[in-house]
């Protein structure tokens, strides 16, 4: 009789255990930590006015890490990712182009909530802040007013480390809000993602404020 009171109370145990690990351990993709590389296409732009899309990259590596059972995940990621925009307005009656492009290393810091399909795949719904740091970029200035300037209609600079302070476009330093869904298959990943700048952008104080805008797509490996 003890031998059946001890094998009932050790298996009562067991099933504690295992329910307080996580509730869905054994049909969920989500059961222990993943290291993922992750990248992709962007579409960017500003919110400045008459500002258009520019199609760049992205390419990172990120940890998913579950907690709170595993229905929430901790999901940081260090990003290489390429911004900019077109934009064409008219100054003193010239028709005036500024093609931008720009590079950032972004630390995004994401909590996921984690939907199971399948014991190897599922979805994130991914959320949280990010800062980024401004480390390459060039635009072009394309007018007629260069030409009668200048002698050349279009005129290159640096986005961010110009010798003269006054031609630095950018600032630096960014930071927003990053939001994306992940879809899980396996050891594949497929994730859409966006990038809402919160403080302006433009290294020039004199002119309009501006904010970035991000969107990208992209696929990835999850180890």
């Not at 094998?7 to 996580?22: E, K, P």
């Not at 005036?96 to 972004?106: G, L, N, R, V, W």
């Not at 390459?136 to 009668?148: C, F, P, Q």
Request: charged fraction near 15%; glycine fraction near 8%.
């Amino acid at each position: 009789m003890k031998k059946i009171v001890i094998a009932l109370l050790t298996s009562l145990f067991v099933l504690c255990a295992n329910a307080q690990i996580s509730p869905y351990r054994q049909f969920s993709p989500f059961d222990r930590p993943h290291f993922l590389i992750e990248g992709g296409a962007t579409y960017s732009t500003t919110t400045a006015k008459h500002t258009d899309y520019r199609i760049g990259f992205r390419a990172g590596i990120g940890g998913d890490f579950p907690i709170f059972f595993s229905w929430v995940s901790f999901a940081p990621s260090l990003v290489f990712e390429s911004k900019g925009y077109v934009q064409n307005v008219k100054i003193d009656l010239a028709e005036t182009t500024t093609d931008m492009t720009s590079m950032y290393i972004e630390l995004p810091i994401d909590f996921a909530l984690n939907i199971p399909f399948s014991r190897k795949c599922g979805m994130q719904i991914m959320a949280g802040p990010y800062v980024g740091y401004g480390i390459a970029g060039n635009y072009a200035v394309t007018s007629d007013n260069n030409l009668a300037q200048y002698g050349l209609r279009t005129m290159e600079y640096k986005a961010f480390f110009n010798d003269e302070e006054e031609q630095n476009l950018l600032k630096n330093f960014d930071f927003g809000i990053d939001c994306g869904i992940r879809l899980i298959f396996s050891y594949v990943t497929v994730k859409v993602n966006a990038e809402f700048g919160c403080m302006n952008a433009n290294a020039n104080s004199n002119s309009l404020a501006f904010k970035n805008r991000s969107f990208s797509a992209g696929a990835g490996l999850r180890f």
